[in-house]
């Protein structure tokens, strides 16, 4: 499977983005996507994640309550919507693949990765 992340960008404290991960390549109910990011000198760190089928969420403490992740069967992507941003949002996120029906916050659990897409929140 193969994904294109892409909505990123420079937006300032309170603002919004919505990021896009277009999955194609051999795609299946089967999977959980997620997204992750990685800002400057920090380790990458779950943000959310979405089952493919039945749509179960679920979401890091720091962003609960203001990304949502949803996705778009008929056009195979999934989004992030990310609403009231922080400056400690910066990072570069990245969408992920996992084989599983069950969702999972550890990164070594997804094998398809996206490119990055960079989202940089000004104060």
């Known amino acids: 499977v193969q994904l294109q992340a892409s909505g990123g960008g420079l937006v300032q404290a309170g603002g919004s983005l919505r990021l896009s991960c277009q999955v194609s390549?051999?795609?299946?109910?089967?999977?959980?996507m997620g997204w992750f990011r990685q800002a400057p000198g920090k380790e990458r760190e779950f943000v959310a994640a979405?089952?493919?089928?039945?749509?179960?969420?679920f979401y890091a403490n720091a962003v609960r309550g203001r990304f949502t992740i949803f996705r778009d069967n008929a056009n195979n992507t999934v989004y992030l919507q990310m609403n009231s941003l922080k400056p400690e949002d910066t990072a570069v996120y990245y969408c992920?693949?996992?084989?599983?029906?069950?969702?999972?916050?550890?990164?070594?659990?997804?094998?398809?990765w996206g490119q990055g897409t960079q989202v940089t929140v000004s104060s």
């Open positions: 992920a693949a996992r084989t599983y029906l069950t969702g999972s916050v550890d990164e070594k659990d997804y094998s398809s």
């Open positions: 390549g051999r795609t299946s109910s089967s999977y959980t």
């Open positions: 979405i089952t493919w089928s039945a749509g179960i969420s």
